[in-house]
Nanobody
């Protein structure tokens, strides 16, 4: 069983920064990809950023140039550095690990950006 635990969310003013962390524990073999999703009130969940085993990265157009996804494989941890935050970034953020074609999800963490 794989469990993902997120941390690092909270309230921040527009223009500020936050760093989200997601650490996995349990029986883990090869991680195919890691990603961050978010879901704002009244909206569908959307992919924010992803990183593959080969460290190829991709970002939603809305966060390019502001967010950076990274990983520490020794710790089975993925990070999302969020800079120049905007009120429209307010959402619940979920981490995702893809392992052997199965998806595992974090519990979700609130990020609120005030104007």
């Amino acid at each position: 069983q794989v469990q993902l635990v997120e941390s690092g969310g909270g309230l921040v003013q527009a223009g500020g920064s936050l760093r989200l962390s997601c650490a996995a524990s349990g029986s883990i073999s090869s991680i195919d990809a890691m990603g961050w999703y978010r879901q704002a009130l009244g909206k569908q969940r959307e992919l924010v950023a992803g990183i593959t085993l080969g460290k190829f990265t991709g970002y939603a157009d809305s966060v390019k140039g502001r967010f950076t996804i990274s990983r520490d494989m020794a710790k089975n941890t993925v990070y999302l550095q969020m800079n120049s935050l905007k009120p429209e970034d307010t959402a619940v953020y979920y981490c995702n690990f893809r392992i052997a074609l199965d998806d595992y999800w974090g519990q979700g963490i609130q990020v609120t950006v005030s104007s």
